[in-house]
């Protein structure tokens, strides 16, 4: 379990990115961030991954509290960030030096066949397509089998085609171990696509709005019913966070009735 | 005088790093006979050069054509003398560059990699790199006599303060997104330097210490000049004082050869560490 409690952020500037958070997310929940640029989703990110320190409020993983990297912590930025020296392979091997050689090449290759790249194993990052890379960087941080999984917009730079076969990729390695996901998005279809729940934030200060759970089964068929009135849900939802005048969202009731009503 | 050296040294620097760019997107291709257009030129000169004098149309005492340069280059070399001469040169341009080099990696590792570090040195040695090295000359004989030690010393100085500066400003140019890279991964400090930080920097490291080799072979010459019994530099000065410009301009293609060969052989070197960058490779 992921708690985040009363967590602010308030930078060096006076720029307050983070107002009050408090969001728990159960072992293996998948939970998208949602809202537009400057809510404060990459600040809340980098406070869970220990990049950045929280100017109040605290972050626990299963009642232990983080300040700083945890091993069972892992993060995939928007960019892919992949060390231009080392090889696909050696890539995806970086965060495993701990462990034996016999056993890092099994996890490498392991997670190259689930990525689709294992004829790319030797090949260098400059040589791979954007969403290639990306695939290689999110190997990268699920070769270690964290706990808690945090993507910041890892799709926003791609092409429909490739973040659609993206998507599949990281449900099929989400499937081996089942971490907790923390996924930032802007993108509605691509949170209903994913998410078990949907956060929707407010920026200025950077807060949360309202929450939607998207219990639709799995795998997701974009075309059913279901699915289109799970992300017009969403789309309202978004819309309301950007009018001043719905400081409240409409409370659980109706929602759980509309979640009812198929 | 000395200064203009140093000046032009520093933005050839700058100009290697300009000529990296347009190569990005030169791919690997067969041998591109372009690449003779560049010979064509000189081997013209020298040809109308030759022809000239043959026929009578200049005088070729104080220009010598082309024949003659390359038939006391071959003297030289028959009796011996070039490699005497050759060796001298290269021991004092390669013991300044590894003394130079070796400090200079160290004070620019240092510099880019702490703050106050960098706030205690950079200033002064700053200051110092505004000297025009050969300022340092008749301090270097005094304190060091006028053989070896001295002329191995001026180009030490030569050669530190590129690849100070190259290392330092490397360092301090690593992407801060890779360095974060390393943090989530719980790298330690030395872990971050010797797995991120130093591979980052090599393709700028070679850049720095190549210039700094061209800056030894510019104040080996120098240094030669201040009194010499061999090398390279003593044959340019023999040649001045014996009225011999055939000498002077074979020393002058020995030098050319030397630098360049020195060159190659440093980017072959360093290439395995840098193949991962398609930007260093097929530069000059
Ligand atoms: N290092 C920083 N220093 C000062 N302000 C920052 C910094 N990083 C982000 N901010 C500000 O905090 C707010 C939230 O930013 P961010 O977390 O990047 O939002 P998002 O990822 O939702 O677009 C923005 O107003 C941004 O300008
Ligand atoms: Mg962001």
Redesign the interface.
């Known amino acids: 379990m992921l708690e985040l409690e009363h967590l602010s952020k308030t930078y060096a500037d006076g720029t307050r990115a983070l107002s009050d958070i408090n969001l728990s997310v159960r072992q293996g929940e998948i939970v998208s961030l949602i809202g537009g640029s400057g809510c404060g989703k990459t600040t809340l990110l980098r406070l869970i991954?220990?990049?950045d320190q929280a100017s109040t409020g605290a972050i626990k993983l299963d009642g232990e509290a983080l300040s700083g990297?945890h091993?069972s912590v892992?993060?995939v930025?928007q960019?892919p960030?992949l060390?231009?020296?080392?090889s696909v392979s050696d890539n995806i091997a970086?965060?495993l030096?701990h462990i034996s050689a016999t056993e890092r090449k099994e996890r490498v290759a392991h997670a190259l066949e689930k990525i689709g790249l294992i004829e790319h194993a030797k090949r260098?990052p400059?040589d791979l397509s954007g969403g290639q890379q990306q695939r290689v960087a999110i190997a990268r941080a699920f070769v270690?089998n964290p706990k808690v999984l945090l993507l910041d917009e890892p799709f926003s730079a791609l092409d429909a085609f490739t973040r659609a076969s993206l998507h599949e990729h990281l449900l099929g390695l989400w499937e081996e171990t089942r971490p907790t996901v923390v996924l930032v998005t802007h993108d509605v279809q691509e949170a209903v696509t994913l998410a078990d729940r949907a956060v929707v934030m407010q920026p200025k200060p950077g807060r949360i709005f309202d929450e939607l759970p998207l219990t639709l089964s799995r795998p997701r068929d974009k075309t059913d019913l279901p699915f289109e009135t799970s992300v017009r849900r969403v789309l309202t939802a978004l819309d309301h966070s950007l009018k001043p005048s719905h400081q409240q969202p409409q409370r659980e009731r109706d929602r759980q009735a509309a979640a009812l009503w198929w | 005088m000395s200064g203009e050296i140093a000046n032009s040294a520093w933005s050839s620097q700058q100009g290697a790093a300009a000529l990296a760019a347009p190569s990005l997107t030169e791919k690997r291709r067969a041998f591109d006979w372009r690449i003779l257009l560049g010979f064509l030129l000189p081997i013209a000169v020298a040809l109308l050069w030759e022809a000239a004098v043959r026929f009578g149309l200049a005088q070729g005492r104080l220009v010598p054509p082309p024949s003659r340069i390359f038939a006391t280059l071959l003297a030289l070399a028959e009796t011996g003398e070039l490699w005497t001469h050759v060796w001298a040169t290269l021991w004092r341009v390669l013991t300044g560059f590894i003394i130079g080099g070796v400090a200079g990696i160290v004070f620019g590792a240092l510099s880019g990699s702490s703050e106050t570090i960098r706030r205690l040195l950079d200033p002064t040695l700053q200051a110092l790199r505004a000297i025009p090295s050969i300022a340092w000359v008749p301090l270097f004989i005094l304190w060091l006599g006028i053989f070896e030690a001295s002329k191995v010393a001026l180009i030490a100085v030569g050669v530190f303060f590129p690849v100070y500066l190259g290392i330092a400003g490397a360092i301090l140019s690593v992407d801060r997104?890779?360095v974060?890279?390393g943090?989530?991964?719980?790298l330690s400090r030395v872990?971050l330097a010797r797995?991120?930080l130093l591979?980052?920097v090599?393709p700028e490291a070679v850049i720095a210490l190549r210039s700094g080799l061209g800056l030894g072979f510019m104040f080996v010459v120098a240094a030669e000049f201040m009194g010499a019994s061999e090398g390279l530099g003593y044959l340019l000065v023999d040649g001045q004082q014996m009225g011999k410009p055939d000498q002077i301009l074979a020393a002058i293609i020995a030098f050319a050869l030397l630098g360049k060969i020195a060159d190659s052989l440093l980017v072959l070197g360093t290439k395995p560490l840098v193949r991962?960058?398609?930007i260093v490779r097929e530069r000059l």
């Open positions: 991954a220990g990049l990297p091993p892992g993060i930025f960019e960030r060390l231009p020296w080392l970086f965060g030096d260098w400059r270690t | 997104k890779l974060e890279v943090h989530v991964f719980r872990q797995r991120i591979p980052a090599l991962w960058q398609d």
